[in-house]
């Protein structure tokens, strides 16, 4: 698919008459330097992972829509310009026969940028895998180390969708779509499964896209449910649980288990925006506001799935939540 950036600013319009005015009952039109609309890259970025560098840019990786998978920068989260790819057709993976490089996940782990990734075709559920590979800078160039496991060895159906997280100095890979979520422990420099390491299940099958995230007490297991990627007919929405320990349980408000498939919805769809999910993780710009990324469909051109910003707002019980439940159609900017 040919396809370029297009880093948007707000028009002040937006494109129906019952949305023209933001959440604060504001006409954006007023004062448009103070606000975004989504998309804020309106081109195909599916599954976006996130990482401030060392060099203070935002860098912002997703599925291989643009091959051997995109980087973008920005300095804002907002404007954003395309920097290269993370492979070259000679560097890229090749554990898996013609597979595609899905749902990256970047890290900075002992001073290399990481990146994880997913490798399968369409339906090889029990040949795709996960890959790890390490660059001195951000943009590149990756180096591959291949594969950290294929589903068929690990014993996990649809092994993909990788999220690295540290906790008490150990380090930890979770990964999983549809056939339950799994996590495992990594070796010290997190290119490797720690020996003789025992996955361990902590969700059920309606589940894919995994990100966890630490706020108070509490870390929350945010991903995806639905169908993904059929077009305007998509069902996939933005869901989340919580729980007290890193391994759960993790359950919904209604204290209903996510091994059971319980979950609170966190973004579903709109009239211009359906099949939103697989977000990335959580930004927090100057003001101490929270933002997030995840993927969505454009009903007005539904040409693959676009990137969507928007705030991550918590309630009294500590819940998260998007503004109406819904990607935005235009918001205040994040403040950097």
């Known amino acids: 698919m040919r396809i370029q950036c297009f880093c948007l600013l707000l028009l002040g319009i937006v494109s129906c008459s019952s949305c023209d005015k933001n959440s604060e009952g504001k006409d ?5 330097k103070d606000y975004y609309t989504n998309p804020v890259i309106a081109t195909s970025l599916p599954d976006p992972t996130i990482i401030q560098a060392e060099d203070g840019y935002f860098y912002l990786y997703a599925t291989e829509d ?15 310009s395309f920097v290269g790819t993370a492979f070259t057709n000679a560097s890229r993976p090749v554990f898996e026969q013609d597979g595609g490089l899905w749902a990256p996940d970047i890290n900075y782990i002992n001073g290399k940028y990481v990146l994880y990734y997913s490798m399968s075709v369409w339906g090889g559920e029990w040949t795709c895998g996960i890959g790890v590979a390490v660059a001195d800078k951000p943009e590149g160039p990756f180096t591959d180390l291949g594969k950290l496991f294929r589903s068929n060895e690990i014993e996990v159906q649809n092994s993909i969708d990788p999220f690295y997280i540290e906790e008490d100095g150990k380090k930890y890979l979770f990964w999983g779509s549809f056939r339950g979520i799994y996590a495992i422990e990594l070796s010290e420099d997190g290119l490797f499964l720690m020996p003789d390491a025992e996955k361990k299940r902590i969700a059920g099958t309606a589940f894919e896209g995994t990100y966890i995230h630490k706020r108070g007490g509490y870390y929350y297991l945010f991903a ?6 059929e077009g305007v007919r998509s069902t996939y929405q933005l869901v989340v649980g919580r729980s007290e320990s890193l391994f759960g349980p993790y359950v ?8 059971d498939n319980g979950y609170l919805i966190v973004a579903g769809n709109n009239e211009r925006f359906v099949g939103n999910g697989h977000c990335s993780e959580i930004v927090q710009d100057k003001k101490g506001n929270d933002w997030i990324f995840y993927h969505g469909i454009d009903t007005s051109n539904p040409n693959g799935r676009v990137l969507l910003l928007d705030q991550v707002k918590w309630d009294a019980d500590g819940w998260p939540y998007v503004e109406g439940g819904t990607p935005s159609l235009t918001s205040s900017l994040p403040v950097f």
Do not use: A, F, K, T
């Open 66 to 80: 643009i091959r051997n998978l995109p980087i973008y920068r920005s300095e804002d989260l907002v404007n954003w």
């Open 224 to 229: 995806s449910v639905g169908s993904c990627c």
């Open 28 to 32: 954006p039109g007023e004062d448009n």
């Open 252 to 259: 919904d408000p209604q204290g209903r288990d996510m091994m």
